[in-house]
């Protein structure tokens, strides 16, 4: 799943995703993402902007991941720092990033298991 408030970002992200293989899920705000998680729907793999316009920002769904399904995997990405809000096991990508890098990453983290939705 990639979140992201900004269309552009999102849509390119998605592509590339999806041009490696992936299936991509797209919200475009944290609440959007854990509305969908909510529904039972699954997802593998969360890649999200952790500032979003809106009341929810990234940190609010890493946490509220984390409560729902403490073992999926989550990549944040944010032009500042690393925030101290995420833990160990969330993976930080620095903006601004390549393509390329992204995708490779996501999928180094999908691990053999994934069912397929990303």
């Keep these: 799943m990639v979140v992201d408030d900004d269309a552009v970002i999102r849509m390119v992200l998605a592509e590339s995703m999806r041009d490696?293989?992936?299936?991509?899920i797209e919200a475009s705000c944290s609440a959007d993402a854990i509305g969908y998680l909510q529904s039972g729907a699954p997802v593998?793999?969360?890649?999200?902007?952790?500032?979003?316009?809106?009341?929810?920002?990234?940190?609010?769904?890493?946490?509220?991941?984390?409560?729902m399904v403490p073992t999926l995997p989550?990549?944040?990405?944010?032009?500042?720092?690393k925030p101290a809000a995420l833990n160990d096991?969330?993976?930080?990508?620095?903006?601004?990033?390549r393509l390329d890098h992204v995708v490779a990453t996501v999928t180094k983290n999908l691990g053999s298991t994934a069912s397929g939705a990303k």
Excluded: C, N, W
Aim: glycine share 10%.
């Design 74 to 81: 989550m990549i944040f990405t944010s032009a500042g720092p």
């Design 44 to 67: 593998d793999l969360i890649f999200s902007d952790i500032q979003m316009a809106g009341p929810l920002d990234g940190l609010h769904l890493a946490h509220q991941v984390r409560a």
């Design 20 to 24: 490696a293989g992936l299936h991509v």
């Design 89 to 97: 096991t969330e993976i930080f990508l620095g903006k601004p990033y």
